[in-house]
């Protein structure tokens, strides 16, 4: 058996000690991993101000070698070339890198103002001149003056109503006559959520322009967020999956749910109590029918619109209807938008979405064309507006044709140049997507944008690995993770569950392990009062057939009586829980305005639970047996070597001496914060305990 093997070198001291050695800490089959990717990877597993424990460094060293020693199996079997999973791999790095290329400064703000905004909704009506974004300038301005004389029309006294319905060329302005409604931020694009934030009640907005065209709107009506709402609901559902109840189903539904709010209305029961007895929403009976906080769409419109209504704390809603069944809704708590710490993860997300999202992205280009010295040839971009727009998009001009008189320089980015061959490539597919008579000098310029802008966050895009070593570390992880649930699935997880031979087997070896304690088999009889209890004990007691004793007892109220029916261990059931273990019938147990009886019928001692009872269990455990074996196979099979000098460093606390933290931070003032920041988190770690000095001030390395 191959064993670690301990690398020692020569006790030098200082920081030419530094210069010298060997930064890799663990050689797994010979290929290195640094002290400076191993703390990184450490420092994000550990909690935030923890400080070096060389006993926890002790253990995740062995879970980190074992990581690496499958990550090199599945190296080694080639997984890391297949096609899926560079595809994979690939989605994954797109998703990791949209961060890195938008401007985060500008997201924050964009979210703040969101934030802001959604304290309030508006209610705006709006007329449209339509005119799409690659209209020639002629049309453009067509479509401008239109809105504008209608703006003045209004402006002069004119209804907005009537002017909408005659002019608007929103479809559906028939209908609605240009009323929205209420809507809140980002719900409509950017530019058009600020003209109706920034416009006074009953005001008609400057003229707005969007992908769509020309917009004026009028504001009608401004309110607060409606907020959130925290309820319970006792809910009575239909026999029947929605739309396939018939009226009869439902009315059989209702008579249940109205005697339940008769009781709490009329004769003072417990919300929470019948809850608890009669809801058929089982995930919260148990909690008093309790639901998560909820804001506006996001229930059931009528159960929504039910519990809006609801005045105070306490207030019960009448039995309401929804596709699934009726529900006795109770308003237990209300709050408006949360606070902006709560709110701002789900606003970034939606931000992200949102055609203000165009914003980080220009503002980062321009911000990089300045750092990579991004410079035009403009007269290289000119030879291309002397050619008809006709004639790119009809193809009747080719690049393929005109070569040799595209060999100029268009473009330079970071010393590298670009030709007009290059352009004129995306130019002409451009082209063939735009509509016949576009002017040619709007898809020039157009065309030129979006290929320079690409190109400038394709190239940062290449080089994101090498400028930020968290990305670096990050996309490492992902590749790792990957190669490792394909491999993990492989030999363990799948093998595991289609391996039925050998689950047998170790199930027959080790089914000592998964014992049922003492069970019984027992049937709860929730009774409505004590009256009900005392009949039930008499009928149960004389021999009766408990269904036949239900079905009478029920004849008035199929609330007289219910039945549970199980099999019970100790914790399962607190009625259970109450009675001696013996065969029959219990004494009565209070449960508040009920009374509950437990009919135990059979005892089950102590036995191994069979597999298919516990398979889920006996599974995991087959599948750890499994990693232990393969974990022992990959250590014969791969030397791995640990740097004894570098580690006895790190665990002691030394990492001065391998000028860990003080020459690459010398220059810090030197860089942007962003790359300082980037720097300090790599050669410091994460902690809001840990701090560094840029141009005179102190910073945390956890700050965001």
Known sequence: MKKIVLLFALVISGFSFAQDIDRNLIYVDNQGISIDDFLSIYNKNREVGEVLDPKTLDEYLDLFINFKLKVREAESLGMDTVPAFIKELGGYRSQLATPYLVDNEVTERLVKEAYERMKEEIKASHILISVTSDASPADTLLAFQKIQKIRNEILSGASFDKVARAKSQDPSVKENGGD?????????????????????????SKIIRTRFGYHILKVTGKRNSRGELKTAHIMIKFPKASGQNS???????????????????????????????????????????????????????????????????????????????????????????????EEKENIRA?????????????????????????????????????????????????????????????MTLNSESYSQLDFAIFLTN?????????????????????????????????????KYNEFRLLMQEYRDGILLYELTDEKIWSKAIKDTIGLNQFYESNKQNFMWENRVQAKIINCLNSSI?????????????????????????PLNMTIEDGVFSKGDNIFVDQVTWEMGLSDPIIDNEHIKLVLIQSIYPPSPKLLKEAKGLITSNYQDFLEEI????????????????LWNILISGRLDELNYRKDPLESLDSMSFRNAF???????????NTTFEWRGAIYSTEQK
């Open 533 to 557: 209890a005392l009949k039930v004990k008499s009928k149960i007691s004389k021999g009766q057939n408990i269904e036949v004793i239900q079905m009478k007892i029920n004849k008035k109220s």
């Open 350 to 410: 939606k931000v992200e979405k949102d055609s203000r999202s165009q914003m980080k992205r220009t503002i980062l280009v321009n911000r990089l064309k300045k750092e990579y010295n991004f410079s035009i040839n403009s007269q290289a971009l000119k030879y291309f507006k002397s050619i008809p727009s006709a004639d790119y998009i009809s193809g009747s001009w080719t690049f393929e044709e005109n070569k040799k008189s595209l060999m100029g320089t268009i």
């Open 630 to 645: 393969w974990l022992e196979d990959l250590r014969n099979k791969y030397e791995v070597n640990i740097n004894n000098e």
């Open 247 to 341: 009226q009869k189903d439902i009315s059989v539904s209702k008579v249940k749910a109205n005697e339940i709010y008769q009781k709490i209305i009329n004769e003072g029961a417990d919300f929470s109590e019948m809850a608890k007895q009669y809801s058929d929403d089982k995930n919260n009976a148990s909690k008093g029918g309790e639901l998560p906080w909820f804001g506006s769409n996001r229930m059931v419109a009528s159960y929504e619109n039910a519990a809006f209504s609801l005045q105070n704390k306490g207030d019960i809603s009448e039995p309401v209807q929804t596709p699934y069944g009726w529900h006795i809704i109770k308003l237990i708590d209300s709050n408006g938008l949360g606070t902006f710490d």
């Open 180 to 204: 929205l409604g209420y809507f809140s931020a980002l719900y409509m694009v950017y530019s058009f959520e600020n003209a109706a934030y920034n416009t006074n009640l009953g005001e008609i």
């Open 678 to 688: 980037n720097l300090a988190k790599r050669f410091l770690g994460v902690s809001k």
């Open 430 to 466: 451009t082209a063939k997507k735009s509509k016949i008579g576009t002017q040619v000098s709007v898809l020039v310029d157009k065309a030129f944008n979006s290929w320079s802008e690409n190109i400038v966050i394709e190239y940062e895009n290449s080089i994101l690995e090498s």
